[in-house]
């Protein structure tokens, strides 16, 4: 059955929802997006993912298309409409199609940005086998731009990360920096020694993950050791645990990397725990 979509202020049959060949987000990647997890049929952690929306749009200094209030509204009408209990909202704002391609920004008083939202069901999303097994992961060299923190849709190296990890029999792809890991290829990535979760301090050479915020606050909450810093495939390769987070596959463990297996190649207790908390806990504040 065909999916309500909304575009640029109307909900329409996905067939009917059209973009100009013109539009910056086709012709340049000149868009960002975001990926709202929906748990019975409420938002998680809406705010978050708003607030980066605002942050990536003010760093490309593109116009917001729409009010946050509003935001929340088509996210909620789309759930509605979709019948969505358990599944993703994924909205892209662009920087719209002006008449002609140039490099140069069009003005936005005469080319307003473009936004379409659709929502992607996923029943049993939290209930992912993956998560009972544990990814393998193959590291490769991090050959994205430098302004990672803005959530851009330039996701070709990405894209060719997930395709490389597939060709040699894994999962996904942590990509390494100048010696150390920044993230996974559309995640963030972890470590777990002696107790203590290793993860990579936040900069531009990063995406800000909504899904680490929350995690790193219950785990601090729950009197768990948290360290923000660089760390090597080797240092990962001798780890208790690993995992990785987003919002679409909440905390994930990872039990192989290059080869080398973590906790005899079994997920470990402590991302186990991790995961637990973070539904637990985002349910119950879910909108
Ligand atoms: N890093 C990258 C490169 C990503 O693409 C994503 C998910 N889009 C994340 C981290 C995780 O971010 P979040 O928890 O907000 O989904």
Redesign the pocket.
Known sequence: MSRTVYLNGDYMPEEDAKVSIFDRGFLMADGVYE?TTVLDGKLIDFT??AV?LQRSLKELDMASPIEMEDLLEVHRELVKRNNIDEGLIYLQVTRGAPADRDFVFPDPEKTPSTIVLFTQNKPGLANSPAAKTGMKIISIEDQRWAR?DI?TVQ?LF?SMGKMMAKAAGCDDAWLVEDGHVT??????AYIIKDGKIITRNLSND???????AAVLRFAREAQMEVEERAFSIEEAQNADEAFV????TFVMPVVEIDGAKLGGGRPGPVAARLREIYLEESRKTAI
């Open positions: 990926v978050g993912h980066r990672r959530k996701l990405p993230e996974g290829t559309s995640n963030n990063i995406l800000h993950g909504i899904t680490r987070t987003s919002a679409s």
